[in-house]
C-alpha cells in the first residue's frame, strides 16, 4: 500500500509560482513512475508531468517550458515547480504513484491551485 501525501497549493497571481509536493511511502526505486495530473472543473483529469525511475520526464505541451518535475531520493519525494502561472492552470492537482513492485496505481487526494488576481 502507497499512500502519496501532497502538500504546497493554493492561491497565486498570474505569473507567480508555486511548488508542489508529493511523498510515497515506499522507496522511490520501489516505484516506476510518479506523476502529477490535474482536473479542473467541468473537465477531465489530464497528465501534467511525469518521472520515471530511470529519471525520464514527460510534460504536457501547455507546461512545458513553465513546469519542472524533480525528485528528492533521499526523502521520497517528487516535486513540482510552477513558474509563469495561468488562470488555465487553475485545477486539483494529484500526485499518482506507479508501484513497481507489488505492481499498483495510487493517487493523492489532491492540492487545489488557484490561479487568479
Known amino acids: 500500500q502507497v499512500q502519496p501525501v501532497e502538500s504546497g497549493g493554493g492561491l497565486v497571481q498570474p505569473g507567480g509560482s508555486l511548488r508542489l509536493s508529493c511523498t510515497a511511502s515506499?522507496?522511490?526505486?520501489?516505484?516506476?513512475?510518479m506523476g502529477w495530473y490535474r482536473q479542473a472543473p467541468g473537465k477531465e483529469r489530464e497528465l501534467v508531468a511525469a518521472l520515471t525511475r530511470a529519471g525520464v520526464t514527460n510534460y504536457a505541451d501547455s507546461v512545458k517550458g513553465r513546469f519542472t518535475i524533480s525528485r528528492d531520493n533521499a526523502k521520497n519525494t517528487v516535486y513540482l515547480q510552477m513558474n509563469s502561472l495561468k488562470p488555465e492552470d487553475t485545477a486539483v492537482y494529484y500526485c499518482n504513484v506507479d508501484l513497481r513492485s507489488p505492481p499498483g496505481v495510487y493517487w493523492g487526494q489532491g492540492t487545489q491551485v488557484t490561479v487568479s488576481s
Open positions: 515506499r522507496s522511490i526505486f520501489d516505484i516506476n513512475v
